[in-house]
Each structure stands twice: as C-alpha cells, then as structure tokens.
C-alpha cells in the first residue's frame, strides 16, 4: 500500500505536466504543486500565505509529538530558529567536524565483527547508531548518555511510522482513536521521560557550553524571559531528530542503488582510496571527495527524507493559472518533482550521480527549484550543511573499511511514513577490505 501512496502521487504529477492539480481523495481534494516555480511561490515568494498549519494531517502528527518551537510557525518558530540556527553555520560544522569524524570511525569499527563472522547487518539500524554517535561530541556533549539517545531515537522510529493511518486518512479528527495512536502515545511518553529531567537539571545550571541543552537553557524569548521546560523539550525533541535522522533514512536507500551500479561503487572505492589512503577518514577529506558529493546529491534527488510538505492556504490565492481557495491543502513533494521527466530527462527515475557533475545544471537550464531535499525560503531545513558532512563521512568510513554486497539488490518501495523510509530492512553483508598498500 504504501508504495502505491508515492506511486500514485508520480502519476498525478506526470498527468499533470508540471501543472497545479486537483487530486481527488475521499472527502479531502488537495491541490498537487510540482513546478519548480510554483514550488517556489508557494514555499519563499508566498510563504506568509501557505503555512504548515495544525489543520493538515501531517503537521498535526508532528505538532503533537514535537509540540511548538523550531516546527511551529510565527513567533514561537522565529525565535527558535534564531536561537538554533548558529549551531548548524557551516564555520560550526568545520569546528566540530574533528570530533565528529573520530567518534563515527569507532562506529563504524563496530561493525568489524560482522563483518569477520560474515553475518548480514541492518544497514538502517546500524547507520542510526552510527549516526548517534557522531553527534553527541557537536550537539548534546554530557547532557545525554550515548543510551539516552540510543533510546530515543528507537521511540522517533515508532512515531514516525505509527503516523501512518492518518497520514492516509487525514480527514480523519484527532478523538477518533485509530490504529497507530497507542504506540504513537507510548513512544512520545518514553522520550518524554528521558528529556524532562534533562531539560530541568540544565535549567538550574546552563553552563557556558555550546551544546544544544545549553544554548537552550540560556536563550532569552523576545521580551527577555527563559524558554520555559516545555518550549525547551519541543526543540530538543526537533533537534534530536535533525540530526540523528535524516543522514541515516537517506543512505539506507544508497547500497541497493550502488549493487545495481557497480560503476559507481567502483568509482566512490577509488575515490576514497585515492583521498583518504590509509586512513584513518577525516573532516579534512571531506571537500576532496568530490564524487561522493555527486552521489549524497543524486541519492538526495531520489530519496528525499522530507518527501511530503503540505501546506494550508489561510487566503485566496491564484497559482499557475488555477484559483486555491482559503483553507485548501496544498502538497508540495520534493519526492515527485525530484523524479519527473519534465525537469529530469527521460531518465529522471535512473540513479546517475553525473546529474550533479560541475556546470551540468546550467548547461540543461535546470530550474534552481527543481531539486529541493531541504525545503526552500523560511523553513529551508537547517541540518543541510550537517547532512552533507556527516553523510560523507559515514559513507567514506563504510567503504573505507569494507567491501559489501545486498541480500536483496532490489530497491525496496517506500513506506508511507513522515519522513521516506524503505518497505523493508536493507540488509548487507560485510568483508574486511584489504588495499593495495596494506
């Protein structure tokens, strides 16, 4: 089912050629936006009239698990994003990059056991942990123990996808108790139980650190009070989720597409041989590994975490020719955009990193908008720079150390979930890689 949720909205947006569509679901009729122009109309040039909303499904799910803050709108979103964005600059990153790299190196190293006995590995679930732990030295430092995290993250899988049912059935209302609720409630309660007492005990003593608790616990509000605990959970629960999730969802999908391209896999192993030698990867390595940038782009272009952006319409407004009346849905979809023939070439649903080979954009007279994983204008996402950094450096470790091969090298259909998750677990096998020079 769920693949046929993306599948359908692929054909809407090539029925509709780029133009704004009408979709006919039960009760609920959104309009479908998929032009790169409109896209930006309705995300940067219009965005004061195409909010997030409590009213579309989705928003609300992510509103009652992420609560007000750096999700929100208005007021509340615009003093969080003030507060938050300096830990994501990309000056920051560079500062923290070094850490980053050691601790993801020794996550990675983890998997040298499986690797050695030959036992398939969740490359999803290990890239979650991976993940975590390069994270914690740049943004939660002590305030959070590696299990903490690891908990957390494992109660964020279930509310992403316990979101389903009324994802699917939006017109749904929030009394009616539905399929999913009770575990969505269960997993918000448990994150709930490891944040407060930290959120708490760092408001009595914030510290002077620049991990994320304690900017929060020292930022003032406009009229120059403290974030209450409750606004300072909200972003923490966000912020957790920026930077523990996206970089894991997306290259989960990455091994079955390099088992179907075995030129690529052949080109990122020389690429990483040729940059990092014999190793240990580090954050310098990472502007140098220029292929592998290529391919987190094209993998972005496909797969893009953030696959679903609806928006509510809070007044008239006329888009592409056809009238949006007040309060209508609107859905924007990197995920269908990113995969049309009309901006992409007849080749748009193939995997081919050399999309993003220098000055190829420009001399297709690509539209700028036409690839947008991160959201455009105001709620552009503000883990980008992140992302592209520790991607790099867990896809450089990974093949640095091993070489790998897919129980299934079919890619799975995706599941209807918040954020583009694959239909099944994404299993590899690993060997211990031995180079030339060793």
């Known amino acids: 089912m769920a693949g046929g949720v993306h599948a359908a909205l692929l054909d809407a947006g090539a029925r509709g050629g780029g133009e704004v569509v ?81 601790a993801v190196a020794a996550a990675v190293a983890d998997l040298e056991p499986a690797a050695a006995d030959g036992r398939p590995v969740d490359i999803g679930a290990a890239l979650t942990g991976i993940a975590t732990a390069g994270i914690m ?58 944040l407060f007492p930290v959120v708490r005990a760092v408001r009595r003593t914030p510290g002077d650190g620049d991990d994320v608790v304690s900017v929060l616990a020292r930022a003032r509000r406009p009229d120059g009070g403290v974030l209450d605990e409750r606004q300072i959970r909200d972003d923490l629960v966000a912020m957790i989720g920026v930077t523990t999730e996206t970089a894991p ?70 888009l592409g020719g056809v009238r949006v009346e007040a309060g209508a849905t609107v859905l924007l979809s990197p995920y269908v955009t990113q995969r049309m023939p009309l901006f992409w070439g007849p080749d748009a649903a193939e995997f081919d990193p050399d999309r993003f080979a220098p ?24 883990g980008e720079h992140l992302f592209h950094l520790e991607a790099a450096l867990i896809v450089a470790n990974l093949l640095h150390r091993f070489h790998f091969t897919t ?22 096998t690993l060997a211990p890689r031995r180079r030339p020079e060793e």
Not at 37 to 47: F, Y
Not at 77 to 92: C, E, G, N, T, V
Not at 413 to 428: C, D, E, H, Q
């Open 22 to 102: 009408r979709l006919g679901l039960g009760p609920l009729r959104p309009y479908l936006v998929t032009h790169p122009t409109h896209v930006q109309q309705v995300l940067q040039e219009r965005a004061e009239t195409y909010r997030r909303g409590d009213d579309t499904a989705m928003w609300r799910s992510v509103r009652r698990f992420a609560g007000d803050g750096i999700l929100a709108e208005g007021p509340t979103w615009a003093a969080s994003r003030r507060i938050l964005a300096p830990l994501f600059r990309s000056s920051r990153m560079g500062a923290v990059g070094g850490p980053m790299a050691a």
């Open 137 to 194: 030295p740049a943004f939660f430092a002590d305030r959070l123990t590696v299990a903490d995290l690891h908990r957390i993250t494992t109660a964020q899988e279930v509310v992403v996808t316990s979101m389903a049912p009324r994802m699917l059935l939006p017109f749904v209302p929030w009394w009616v108790r539905m399929p999913g609720d009770r575990r969505f409630d269960a997993a918000v309660r448990s994150i709930d139980d490891i």
């Open 249 to 318: 969802v997306v290259l989960t999908w990455l091994w079955p597409e390099l088992a179907n391209r075995p030129e690529v896999t052949a080109r990122l192993y020389a690429e990483v041989d040729r940059v990092v030698g014999v190793g240990p990867v580090r954050v310098e390595h990472v502007e140098h590994l220029r292929y592998l940038r290529m391919v987190l782009d094209e993998l972005l272009r496909l797969y893009p975490a953030g696959w679903l952006l609806p928006r509510r319409a809070v007044a008239a407004d006329v």
């Open 359 to 382: 000055g190829r954009a420009e001399a297709e007279g690509r539209h700028r908008y036409a690839h947008h994983p991160f959201g455009i204008g105001m709620h552009r996402c503000l």
């Open 407 to 428: 129980a299934d090298p079919t890619v799975p259909a995706p599941r209807v979930a918040t954020s583009l998750r694959p239909g099944r677990p994404v299993l590899l």
